[in-house]
Nanobody, 116 residues
Framework: QVQLVESGGGLVQPGGSLRLSCAAS????????MSWYRQAPGKERERVAR????????NYADSVKGRFTISRDNAKNTVYLQMKSLKPEDTAVYYC?????????WGQGTQVTVSS
């Protein structure tokens, strides 16, 4: 059974930091590219960061470049999103995504709220 379980979301003040984690199981993690997406109320889901299967390549949305860092630990089947200098516009549900040769998986999401 495939599972992607996100954790680490919560309420944080503007300028603060959070680290999201996504624990994967049920598939060969180190053969899948992993991404973090987010969806704010009334907006489309957007990809904020992607990391290649071996971790050697990363991509970021312009809106988070220099503030967010995606990483992965293939020994722990986990992908992370370190978020710094958070802004109110970063408020959204954050989803973990796995893409392989023939399958795409999604997590259930974790809420991140940036507010004073």
């Amino acid at each position: 059974q495939v599972q992607l379980v996100e954790s680490g979301g919560g309420l944080v003040q503007p300028g603060g930091s959070l680290r999201l984690s996504c624990a994967a199981s049920g598939f060969t993690f180190d053969t899948y590219a992993m991404s973090w997406y987010r969806q704010a109320p009334g907006k489309e889901r957007e990809r904020v960061a992607r990391i290649s299967s071996a971790g050697g390549s990363t991509n970021y949305a312009d809106s988070v470049k220099g503030r967010f860092t995606i990483s992965r630990d293939n020994a722990k089947n986990t992908v992370y999103l370190q978020m710094k200098s958070l802004k109110p516009e970063d408020t959204a549900v954050y989803y973990c995504n796995a893409v392989g040769w023939s399958a795409v998986y999604w997590g259930q999401g974790t809420q991140v709220t940036v507010s004073s």
